[in-house]
Nanobody, 122 residues
Framework: QLQASGGGLVQAGDSLRLSCAAS????????AAWFRQAPGKEREFVGY????????YYQDSVKGRFTITRDNAKNTLYLQMNRLKPEDTALYYC?????????????????WGQGTQVTVSS
């Protein structure tokens, strides 16, 4: 089970850190990711990080602004979002257990959190 938190209403240029707490020790062996979904749009990939950490992979629009980290001892995934823009407004979801190598595709994930809302005003 995944529980995302940390969303809120911020102004453009501000920062937020999202957290995703996982239950169960298996989380530390899973690739985990963040996705987001804006109203009327498809759920889109934000970034993922492999089970052992290493260099995360991001979609182009968030590179240099967003950072994904994980603390396997705490079973928690993080998304640090800096220099937020109005177009980052969305419901943010964490996901875990990517099957295969296409971990930028939502259908690759077996577990999903409930989503946390991020709203960025201009």
């Amino acid at each position: 089970q995944l529980q995302a938190s940390g969303g809120g209403l911020v102004q453009a240029g501000d920062s937020l850190r999202l957290s995703c707490a996982a239950s169960g020790h298996a989380f530390r062996s899973y690739t985990a990711a963040w996705f987001r979904q804006a109203p009327g749009k498809e759920r889109e990939f934000v970034g993922y990080i492999r089970w052992g950490g290493g260099t995360p992979y991001y979609q182009d629009s968030v590179k240099g602004r967003f950072t994904i980290t994980r603390d396997n001892a705490k079973n928690t995934l993080y998304l640090q979002m800096n220099r937020l823009k109005p177009e980052d407004t969305a419901l943010y979801y964490c996901a875990a257990q990517c099957v295969g190598t296409t971990c930028y595709i939502k259908d690759a994930y077996g577990y999903w959190g409930q989503g946390t809302q991020v709203t960025v005003s201009s």
